[in-house]
């Protein structure tokens, strides 16, 4: 019998890492894969895997999981929503786009989904050491992508993703995103490419896009940040190996997302880390010194590096953005139009370049209200939650939490936090998070919460 439920552990867990290895290399191996069969149905029920391996996932979690009944309830409402609005689209126009279609639906339910499935992990304390091993590979994924960058700055790497994997193939045919292809690649490898001049470069690493890249690579980069400040050796000078080693992998995993130039991530998370660089330092005389300086220092770069940044913020892309966000409001229901009527990276909807206008577009405002409750309660349940935990379990908590408010800004210009490779992590852990939590309450690990909802488990 014991054998068995270790058996059953052992086999939920590992689906999920395979899950979250597949996302980051998704792109990679499929383009590849396509460009040497030229397989297109192949290609794309391996491209719809990951959502295969979801669902199985979700229906495993049944089996077991705990939950704070506040979320479940929120959860309950909102897939109750969500079904509700996807037969009007289906009503009004049985010629709907499917692909655009289920792509919009399971970038609705992508949130909820995914943090069930983290709060079903079996074995919680083995998960958070495989935490720990991932993010370190998410720092050679880093490292990896800086190399590539700097060896297509000096010999033109650019042209083995255009015919060596052929790239422009894979999205036309698989993704099917031929609208998004400029001079051979995804147009959203250059910062201008959409606009017809091909500018600067951006770093895409392994994932093969730059905005999955930046939003995958903040969870190590928060985690090595609060490590890394919180150890204190930027004050005392001290160095060891641990302090070391966050650096090092803190350094490369910061400079790796600030090349991608996703800025709905950069700059939230640069606000942060310089919070968090304040707020661990040694004593209330040194943070306000802190403060004061980085403030003194922010209004000098500002004042001096005006042009540059005014620059940066308000490119091209940027201003597509907010053209598109105005556009899009004009647009909205109270009672939303149905699933599929509103998103930028599907074909046939409204362009929104935000991911809170295409919930709203889509289902409404109550909906979307039920929506930023679930993205908002399990950060506030966690940070509560993990003041009684070990400094290494707290470090992941609490990054998770700031890496949440960081995806929290960045969803108001952004719908990456919608897209299934760059968010399936995230929405995993911070499920976890919540699940271990719970589990630690349970063992008498802190302060017992009652509203908490419990499926037994049911291993025969």
Known sequence: MKEKKAGIRIDYDTIIWVLLIWCSLQDIVLSFFFKVTGAVMITKILFYSKDILMLVLFIL???????????????????????????????KDSDKNLFSFLSSARGLVLLPTMIIIGCGVRDKEHFIDGIKKYYKILVIFALIGIIELITDNLIGTSSFWMDGLELDSFHSEIKGQPDKIFAGVPWNWHTDGKLGSMTKRRLISLWGAPLTSAAVL???????????FKSRSFTNFKVTKSSFENFTYFLLCSIAMYLTVARQFILPYFVIALLCFVFYSRSSNNKAILFATITFMTIIIGISLFDTIWKYINDGSTVTHLLRIQQSVQQLSFWGKGVGTFGTRFADTISTESQYITIVGQLGVIPFILYLALFIYPLSFCQKKGRNFDDETKA?????????????FAGIVSETVGAFTSMAQYYIFIGFAVGYCLQEEKNGGIVSDKNSWHVPATVS
């Open 61 to 91: 979690a049944f089996r077991r999981f705990k939950i704070p009944k506040k979320f479940f309830g929120l959860m309950i409402l909102y897939y109750v929503a969500v079904i509700s609005q996807i037969m009007i689209p289906l009503v």
């Open 218 to 228: 903040l969870l190590p980069c928060m985690y090595y940040t609060v490590r890394f």
């Open 396 to 408: 992941i908590i609490y990054s998770l939490c700031l890496c949440g408010v960081v995806y929290g």
